[in-house]
């Protein structure tokens, strides 16, 4: 046996023996294996590689190996695991959900002397799900340039020639080679011919992921932009210092002739119990929220705002939110501004709110709210006492010049640099705002990196060379993201309830929203819709069918859809398969309108708290995407107690006016009630088996309708098999 093997052997006696249940060492073989996906690796001949991954039970191998198991250019020379590597030590590796496995490291020979890798294999209990990251470290006398990281290599055991892609938050259907970008935080390869497939999930931040496929053969590569791509990621490691890669993760999965079984299953479980999202890591998620920009914009005040708040709390609101427009600057005090040209300093319009903003919250508090807070979490206009006092800590184009990375209107405004003393002094006066006013959750918005509204591409990042963390523009998309991230935590550790709304201009594109914002930030303001019924509504739920297999439903924030809207309670029905955030005029509303829309806030109240449904999202059987002239559903059951649960059902302009609804993920010898909301009234009783085998129908007449419906485990079993005129 070799030396390094004996040594290695040793290594897991002492540190593995009845620790780590998911790690074993055989022979040179490194072996990981949870009982549900197996993956094997070898560590020889001065590389590591994987040669075997395989789910139990089958032999289908979806990593044959020689893939180069991660990749990266050093000093613009690439590297793999093959390039020159020496085993230096093996130890248990964890992280703080549930995740056991290992920790490789590795010392580079020849040209990769003095650089260390510790890789990082976590899996986790019951599900085929095997997340990895890993660390380089600078042990040289110089300075290093990384770029082109790969994190995950894979050559697949299936030819891509009958295979197809499933890109776009894992929706849209791609054949051939595929080099994916920001809006593929989970890409799903699918073997037609093995009835089978793989997920492949990206835990890097907006614009800086990357998954390819087909590039050489039939691999597979999760990780971060290459510096050919249009925002290329880039880090500088110091001497003794390191840089860990965002993680990614595989899961792979059989006998379906599509990937959104697992999504909807492995994926979703992952997600929920071991991922560390934020959303299912807070007990402080928001029920129903109300958000005054529309119609009002920036145009509020004291009086205006409570009478708001008064009539949104006669409807069933439970989350009062207040949009732009409460700010000054030092410069325009007294003066009426756009309020896009008036952030940075965050001063309390005493104009606007003569006796600040605490009395308008205590009022909202009183009657039975939580507020919450709108602000740009990176901008200053030219007359904020923050941007004359520090004009060298905003983000610099490529003369030099502070630049807005926003908009292309006319605005004096500037983005400021999350890599200078701009992010303390942000974080400090947002922490101001939730300890001074009490706040429960923030909305933060505009960009930071890169632009939602324009595209090209040398308006993003910051040229600057002589800001504090990032050495140039490549390094600054690292560095923005990361220290944004870091602002989001520390506000976490000093509000340990708040609920931070992180929008999509501030991730740095359209409707974006990714894993590593939702390990941060528990929603994501996703866009506005405001198109009247049925267009609106049928945009939302197109949105959130597209987006929900691969992020949590209930951190799609999707405004801005109006309550004072007649037919707004047809769109509220929708709101519910996402995030129930409303817009509008409530004081517009008549009396009897207002209570009709409290029934069902309570009623969102009252099953939320008894099944948790926020938690859970999943496709019904036989409804797909939604479009014009068809059905659409969803359900949201509770699939780790079986208690229950929601679901919805919409026609969207069909001829037929009758569906059978079959609900799967409830107890088979279990009876369960089916009850309309939002007054409970009883439809029918059936087993889970039934439920998910027979189904039961759904009627409706009118060709734009929607019905939602609440599924409750009973007990004793009642006798009401008939279904009820619904």
């Not at 807005?404 to 003393?421: A, Q, V, W």
């Not at 600054?476 to 340990?496: E, G």
């Not at 201009?505 to 990714?514: A, M, P």
Request: proline share 5%; hydrophobic share 35%.
């Amino acid at each position: 046996m070799k030396p390094a093997i004996i040594l290695l052997s040793l290594l897991f006696v002492h540190l593995f023996t009845s620790a780590q249940p998911f790690a074993s060492w055989k022979g040179n073989q490194l072996i990981l294996d949870n009982g549900v996906v197996r993956r094997e690796l070898v560590l020889e001949e001065n590389k590591i590689i994987t040669r075997s991954l395989k789910l139990k039970g089958d032999d289908l191998n979806f990593d044959t190996g020689e893939s180069g198991e991660f990749s990266f250019a050093l000093n613009d020379e690439n590297y793999d695991g093959s390039s020159g590597w020496q085993l230096a030590s093996m130890k248990p590796g964890k992280d703080d959900q549930h995740g056991d496995g290992v920790v490789v490291n590795l010392n580079g020979t020849g040209n990769l002397k003095g650089i260390g890798l510790a890789i990082t294999y976590l899996l986790y209990p019951d599900l085929p799900v095997i997340r990895k990251q890993i660390q380089i470290s600078n042990q040289t006398a110089k300075e290093i340039k990384l770029e082109s990281v790969d994190v995950e290599k894979l050559r697949l055991g299936f030819s891509y020639v009958e295979s197809v892609v499933y890109t776009n938050y894992g929706r849209q259907k791609h054949l051939g080679t595929y080099i994916g970008n920001w809006d593929d935080p989970l890409l799903a390869i699918h073997s037609y011919s093995n009835n089978a497939g793989i997920l492949l999930g990206n835990e890097a931040p907006g614009v800086l992921k990357r998954i390819d496929y087909a590039t050489l053969g039939d691999n597979a590569d999760i990780g971060l932009t290459h510096s050919n791509d249009l925002y290329p990621f880039r880090k500088y490691i110091r001497p003794g210092e390191s840089w860990t890669s965002p993680r990614v993760f595989l899961i792979p999965y059989i006998k379906s002739s599509n990937p959104w079984r697992a999504m909807n299953n492995e994926l979703s479980s992952f997600e929920r119990k071991y991922m560390g999202l934020r959303i299912f890591e807070t007990s402080n998620r928001p029920e129903f929220m109300y958000n005054n920009y529309r119609p009002f914009g920036s145009d509020i005040s004291d009086t205006l705002l409570i009478s708001l708040a008064k009539a949104a709390a006669s409807s069933g609101i439970r989350q009062f939110e207040v949009d732009c427009g409460w700010h000054t600057t030092a410069g325009n005090i007294g003066k009426k501004i756009e309020w896009i040209d008036n952030t940075g300093d965050w001063i309390i319009d005493k104009i606007k709110f003569p006796n600040g903003l605490k009395p308008v919250f205590d009022t909202i508090r009183r009657l039975g709210m939580e507020p919450g807070l709108w602000i740009s979490v990176g901008s200053a206009a030219s007359a904020s006492a923050v941007f004359k006092q520090h004009p060298e800590w905003a983000v610099q184009d490529e003369q030099g010049h502070p630049a807005d990375l926003h908009s292309t209107y006319e605005n004096d405004l500037h983005t400021m640099c999350f890599g200078t003393g701009w992010k303390n002094y942000i974080q400090a006066k947002i922490l101001e705002l939730v300890k001074d006013l009490g706040l429960r959750f923030i909305k933060v918005d505009l960009t930071v990196v890169t632009s939602a509204y324009f595209n090209e591409i040398n308006k993003s990042g910051c040229y600057a060379k002589n800001h504090p963390d990032h050495k140039d523009r490549e390094e600054s998309f690292w560095v923005i993201y990361n220290n944004l991230f870091n602002l989001f935590d520390a506000l976490h550790k000093q509000a340990p309830d708040l609920y931070i709304d992180c929008t999509f201009e501030t991730e740095g594109k359209l409707q974006l929203i990714d894993y590593a914002f939702l390990e941060h930030a528990e929603g994501n303001w996703l866009t506005n819709i405001g198109e009247p019924f049925p267009i609106g509504a049928y945009r939302v739920r197109d949105l959130t069918w597209w987006k929900s297999p691969a992020v949590p439903a209930s951190s799609l924030i999707i405004g801005n859809l109006t309550m004072d809207n007649p037919d707004f309670v047809n769109e509220l029905k929708t709101l519910i398969g996402s995030f129930p955030i409303v817009l509008g005029d409530p004081r517009e509303l008549s009396a009897k309108k207002r209570a009709e829309i409290k029934r069902w806030g309570d009623w969102i109240s009252a099953v939320k708290h008894k099944y948790q449904y926020d938690l859970y999202r999943q496709d019904l059987p036989g409804f797909a995407e939604p479009v014009e002239g068809g059905w659409d559903g969803w359900s949201r059951i509770n699939t780790d107690t079986k208690k229950g649960g929601i679901i919805g059902i919409f026609k969207q302009g069909s001829l037929d006016n009758t569906r059978i609804v079959s609900v799967p993920g409830l107890e088979y010898n279990r009876q369960y009630q089916i009850k309309l909301a939002p007054n409970q009234t009883p439809v029918i009783s059936m087993s889970g088996k039934d439920l998910a085998e027979k189904g039961f129908p759904v009627k409706m007449d009118q060709p734009y309708d929607g019905k939602l419906y609440e599924i409750e485990m009973i007990t004793p079993y009642s006798p009401l098999r008939k279904p009820a005129d619904h």
